[in-house]
């Protein structure tokens, strides 16, 4: 029997473990954001949640060209070119700049139309208008937050994303806490005092966070700018397309695959939002949720995409086997674990964030429906991060699109809006789709298609 690989191990665990707190933190302040607005009423967590699908569909377009990077950056730290990985981050300086100042105009002059295109109901139109417009004002900052993010944890830096979000939470939960609720009388450990507050209620929120992205935008890029590394000081950031090439080639596909499967979400919601408030509660509510059960799955992804990266930089193909023999059983393993951590305390969860019965009802059968197919879903998240790390997104653009679109909307259409079925109907159909997911990228892995180093597959340039 061959022994396991120690030192591997502990380096893989060195580039997840900060990634997975990255994201244990943002997961506890959307919680904590979704309780705080939830205690509103229901009319204002549908405001908040009724137009979160379309911040993925910006948030993970953007987030589509720091992969290109990525790979880029992991294959040449893996060759040891230190002078190329400095290059390719200042073209992604300057994709932070054009993709900043797009979705900065794009969003803001689309923010009165979001809620109509959502399904929103007319009487809390206003209010998700005005809670996306604020919410995408530091469009510039997100971006380079997202980028720049991306960027360092391919030169296998991803303490320092973690550290600098987990102010960017701090920031968000204090202003959250100052300007949702209005001045009033708290008690705390027996003293009773005066707790100040702006009362601007959901406004508020959307502030709080625009106030933390931007701080964290600007910090990231200082953070960047010294890197011992990968600095980009002293180099040009006009086009470069010996770079952008190569990254592009890799971004494109992995930006229709995210831009098709976030306008997929977007469709999917407003289907659910057609369904009425308990539902579109009940579906916001269980979403925020489940994403803390994906942190693992999503923190080795990270660390696959680097280490495969670097692998096929080295043009080491023992080693980028070995990883996948890793990788899998750690990411099963730990999916399966949070799927029944899931499973278990699903309405104990929805009672955090809701008091209305049939939300909690709802919110925790989906759950425990979704939790189930986390192991299969973990599988689909390893490959396709190995594909990204070596520059292989055209088959995972196809997978997504084929299960988004062919599965997921076209199968809760007809249950919600042809059969009258209701929102436990339409995350059955998500579930479908992740079982398609799986059984897709597990035949990529049996042939080889997921290893460009493998015999009789060409290695992307």
């Keep these: 029997m061959k022994k396991p690989n120690f030192g591997m191990m502990g380096v893989i665990m060195a580039l997840a473990w900060p990634t997975m707190l990255e994201q244990l933190m943002q997961t506890a302040v959307q919680y904590i954001d979704t309780a705080m607005v939830g205690s509103l009423g229901t009319q204002a967590t549908a405001a908040v949640g009724a137009t979160s699908t379309v911040s993925w569909l910006v948030g993970s377009t953007v987030s589509a060209f720091g992969v290109g990077f990525l790979s880029y950056i992991a294959k040449a730290c893996g060759a040891q070119d230190r002078e190329a990985a400095r290059r390719s981050v200042s073209q992604a300086v300057l994709m932070v700049l054009v993709t900043g100042i797009a979705f900065t105009a ?3 002059g689309l923010s009165r139309q979001v809620p109509v295109w ?4 007319e009487s809390i139109r206003d209010l998700a208008a005005r809670y996306f417009f604020i919410l995408y004002l530091p469009m510039l900052p997100r971006c380079a937050s997202m980028i720049f993010g991306t960027v360092l944890r391919a030169a296998g830096d991803t303490k320092t994303p973690m550290k600098i979000g987990a102010i960017v939470n701090l920031i968000n939960v204090v202003l959250n806490f100052l300007l949702i609720y209005p001045t009033r009388q708290m008690t705390l450990l027996g003293f009773t005092f005066t707790m100040p507050g702006a009362g601007l209620g959901v406004i508020g929120a959307a502030v709080a966070s625009a106030v933390a992205f931007t701080w964290g935008g600007i910090h990231i890029t200082v953070k960047l700018w010294k890197h011992p590394m990968v600095s980009p000081r002293g180099q040009s950031i006009k086009p470069d397309w010996t770079i952008l090439r190569p990254c592009l080639k890799v971004a494109l596909p992995n930006m229709f695959q995210r831009f098709g499967t976030s306008l997929g979400y977007v469709a999917f919601a407003a289907m659910i939002n057609s369904l009425g408030e308990v539902a579109t509660a009940a579906h916001t509510i269980a979403n925020t949720v489940e994403s803390a059960f994906y942190i693992p799955g999503y923190g080795m992804q990270t660390a696959a995409a680097t280490l495969a990266g670097n692998a ?3 043009g080491d193909n023992k080693r980028m086997k070995e990883l996948a023999r890793m990788f899998i059983p750690i990411e099963i393993g730990l999916m399966i674990l949070s799927g029944g951590a899931l499973f278990l305390m699903a309405p104990m969860l929805m009672g955090i964030f809701s008091t209305s019965p049939e939300v909690i009802g709802l919110g925790a ?3 425990r ?10 599988f689909s998240i390893i490959i396709e991060g190995m594909m990204q790390g070596v520059g292989k997104t ?4 196809i997978f ?12 809760t259409f007809i249950c919600t809006q042809v059969l009258g079925f209701g929102l436990v109907s339409a995350w059955a159909c998500m579930i479908a789709h992740n079982l398609l997911l799986f059984v897709l990228f597990l035949i990529t892995y049996l042939r080889g298609g997921w290893n460009p180093l493998q015999d009789g597959h060409t290695a992307i340039t």
């Design 106 to 108: 794009i969003t803001l």
């Design 118 to 121: 959502m399904q929103v109901e």
């Design 312 to 314: 096929y930089g080295a």
């Design 365 to 367: 059968t989906v759950l």
């Design 369 to 378: 429906m979704v939790a189930v197919s986390e192991p299969f879903y973990g």
């Design 394 to 397: 055209r088959q995972p653009f």
């Design 400 to 411: 997504n699109i084929l299960g988004m679109w062919v599965v997921r909307i076209v199968g």
